[in-house]
């Protein structure tokens, strides 16, 4: 949990994801569509991963990954992530970092 | 046939034959409406399975009716019962009466269950049909995958979608019409604000339908074989795209104010993205699942470790298709959210009959008329 807090305070856009995962890739993708470049921390090739992934769950998302965070705050998974875009509120997010 | 053991019988209770009279022929009607009911099975020579049960029955409730018989009566002298208090004989007369009626019901019923049965094996040997048919219209290649769960037996899960699915399409075209008579007829926009969001709801729940459906058979909802023919030439990862319904509205908007017109076209915008990004990640997913199934047949003895990942891979294409579901709804509340109550109910209407259009264009197309081979 500790290097989450410390992850997303440094850096204004962070994703966790696994390498595995292609939804996460897919929202990577979109974040470059929009002009950002997220910080993205692979969480099955980081030694404290497991930890990770499970202080991820418990901050509530369906998924652990992908979990976004925008200037420290968690905005959510996929679900949220599309949702905030299309009602276009993602974008005033992220303007500090594009 | 049946009748013989009952007259017998008959014959055994009353040992003077001459003493048949009208009435006691009256009691042979219901009687012989029972033989109607085998006789109607018997008769079309069709050597069915229902007729031993029939005759099965039949042979349990004569035994029936002859306790009955005899329970009915005192066992003495059978001349005193002729000899005739009239009750007895009415009373008689009733008691054979229930008792034919009775018969005849039983048998009604066992035909009808044997009915019902019938016409499920029919639906089931239909649908078997069905797709064996579009199997054989679409196997250009022969391809393994789309084998699996067409040619075997039909997955109960998927069969209850294909139903539901059926009532969903009925429903559309109801609310199509309402809808299109309501613009006609000029209702209040509150009137129409519930059409607009019963039309909203219906799209909802085919989400929550697809949704179970992809959790039993993500491939058959990737398939889109549940749609017709030329619906499904516009498949993008189990449905519509997003896009699509944009374009398909688009020409009905023309009263848009300014700050509409700006919001449609960043929703146009941000749909677009994000469905690329989504197409982008099912590229990846193919790409990745390819090279899975490939290195475990290079591989020997390397197979057992490789297949936990190509069945995460299979796992994450039902995330994939609720997450293009997500998508379809969120863009459809997006539209709406924008939209005055007429407005939507317009688009609303323009959607359906586009989709509408789309399903009789399938059925002209499997239709038309073809030069023999």
């Given at each position: 949990m500790d290097k989450i807090t410390r992850l997303v305070s440094e850096k204004g856009v962070v994703i966790f994801s696994k390498s595995s995962c292609c939804l996460c890739y897919a929202v990577i993708i979109l974040f470059q569509e929009l002009g950002v470049n997220p910080v993205v921390c692979e969480i099955d090739q980081d030694p404290e991963g497991r930890e990770m992934e499970k202080a991820l769950t418990r901050l509530g998302?369906?998924?652990?990954?992908?979990a976004v965070f925008i200037a420290g705050k968690l905005v959510g998974s996929t679900n949220e992530v599309m949702s905030l875009h299309l009602s276009g509120s993602l974008i005033p997010l992220l303007k500090p970092y594009q | 046939m049946e009748l013989h053991p009952i007259m017998s019988s008959k014959g055994m209770n009353s040992p003077?034959?001459?003493?048949?009279t009208p009435s006691r022929l009256g009691i042979y009607e219901p009687i012989h409406q029972l033989g109607t009911w085998g006789g109607n099975i018997k008769s079309n020579g069709n050597p069915s399975t229902s007729t031993p049960m029939i005759v099965e029955v039949d042979t349990k409730l004569d035994t029936q009716s002859e306790d009955t018989s005899h329970g009915t009566?005192?066992?003495?002298?059978k001349y005193e019962q002729e000899a005739s208090k009239p009750v007895d004989k009415i009373q008689r007369r009733l008691a054979q009466n229930r008792e034919a009626a009775r018969k005849s019901r039983l048998r009604k019923k066992a035909y009808v269950q044997q009915l019902e049965s019938s016409r499920l094996k029919l639906v089931q040997l239909e649908q078997e049909l069905e797709r064996d048919r579009q199997q054989g219209l679409y196997m250009g290649g022969g391809v393994?995958?789309?084998?699996i769960g067409f040619s075997?037996?039909?997955?109960s899960g998927i069969a209850a979608f294909e139903m539901e699915y059926g009532h969903w399409v009925e429903e559309q075209n109801r609310q199509i019409c309402e809808l299109r008579s309501a613009l006609q007829a000029h209702i209040s926009d509150i009137e129409l604000h519930i059409l607009v969001e019963g039309g909203m709801s219906h799209y909802f729940e085919l989400f929550r339908l697809k949704s179970a459906a992809a959790k039993d058979d993500v491939f058959y909802v990737m398939s889109?074989?549940?749609?017709t023919a030329a619906e499904r030439f516009f498949f993008w990862i189990g449905g519509f795209r997003p896009s699509e319904l944009l374009k398909v509205l688009h020409p009905h908007l023309?009263?848009?104010?300014d700050s509409q017109f700006m919001d449609v076209n960043n929703l146009r915008q941000s749909c677009q993205q994000a469905e690329d990004a989504l197409s982008q990640g099912m590229d990846k997913l193919q790409s990745t699942l390819a090279d899975t199934v490939a290195a475990g047949q290079l591989v020997e003895g390397g197979c057992i470790p490789r297949i936990p990942t190509a069945m995460e891979k299979l796992e994450a294409l039902v995330s994939f298709v609720n997450q293009a579901d997500h998508l379809r709804q969120e863009t459809l509340q997006q539209m709406f959210r924008i939209l005055t109550t007429r407005q939507a109910a317009r688009g609303l209407l323009a959607l359906g009959e586009y989709f509408q259009r789309l399903r009789a264009l399938s059925s002209i197309w499997a239709t038309r008329p073809r030069e023999p081979a």
């Open positions: 998302c369906n998924a652990p990954v992908p | 003077s034959a001459q003493f048949v009566f005192p066992p003495s002298n393994e995958g789309s084998q075997g037996p039909v997955n889109g074989m549940w749609k023309d009263t848009l104010t």
